[in-house]
T-cell receptor
Framework: DQQVKQNSPSLSVQEGRISILNCDYT??????FLWYKKYPAEGPTFLIS?????DKNEDGRFTVFLNKSAKHLSLHIVPSQPGDSAVYFC??????????FGSGTRLQVQP | DAGVIQSPRHEVTEMGQEVTLRCKPI?????LFWYRQTMMRGLELLIY????????DSGMPEDRFSAKMPNASFSTLKIQPSEPRDSAVYFC??????????FGPGTRLTVL
């Protein structure tokens, strides 16, 4: 039973445009959400997070939106750059438990 | 400041052999996690420790897998005997307080 789902395995965007990566979850006990970025042959690196008491968190070109009623979060990258090409994982935490990761979305930013 | 360190980075072994993967977490972190990444299953949590104590090992696939954390700065994941289906990238991660996890570079294991 996948509690965190990333339904788009891949996404292709033109450089300079907006990239929107989506993530859905089913567990209403999740209270903290994160996005990780992974390049080939490297471990995932933390990108941005959001607490369940907020609906938006912004860090430079990256913004995470949380819609608790829809159990949906999204990562917006504006403007997208070729260096953003990577696999993006969303993750969620229930208090006292380890993170649960989605299956990842491969983003390709075309120059 | 060094991140999570894993060794070896690559391991090629033959079926039936024992494999030991090693991890040094970030100093001061109290949680340590072992993950396996495959094309089929994505990123799977195998086991995690809090203050060197195993908390949840429900993700460990079989008795062939074992993990230890003898002290706060070292952990091992052992597979004995190894099988071709164990071929994957194994990641170690650490965190302070089970929130944001910091991952190592991974060990790519190939079992022939």
């Amino acid at each position: 039973d996948q509690q965190v789902k990333q339904n788009s395995p891949s996404l292709s965007v033109q450089e300079g445009r907006i990239s929107i990566l989506n993530c859905d979850y089913t567990n209403s006990m999740f209270d903290y959400f994160l996005w990780y970025k992974k390049y080939p042959a490297e471990g995932p690196t933390f990108l941005i997070s959001i607490s369940s008491i907020k609906d938006k968190n912004e860090d430079g070109r990256f913004t995470v939106f949380l819609n608790k009623s829809a159990k949906h979060l999204s990562l917006h990258i504006v403007p997208s750059q070729p260096g953003d090409s990577a696999v993006y994982f969303c993750a969620a935490r229930e208090v006292g438990r380890a993170l649960t990761f989605g299956s990842g979305t491969r983003l390709q930013v075309q120059p | 400041d060094a991140g999570v360190i894993q060794s070896p980075r690559h391991e090629v072994t033959e079926m039936g052999q024992e494999v030991t993967l090693r991890c040094k977490p970030i100093s001061g972190h109290d949680y340590l996690f072992w993950y396996r990444q495959t094309m089929m299953r994505g990123l799977e949590l195998l086991i995690y420790f809090n203050n060197n104590v195993p908390i949840d090992d429900s993700g460990m696939p079989e008795d062939r897998f074992s993990a230890k954390m003898p002290n706060a700065s070292f952990s091992t994941l052992k597979i004995q005997p190894s099988e071709p289906r164990d071929s994957a990238v194994y990641f170690c991660a650490s965190s302070w307080g089970a929130d944001t996890q910091y991952f190592g570079p991974g060990t790519r294991l190939t079992v022939l």
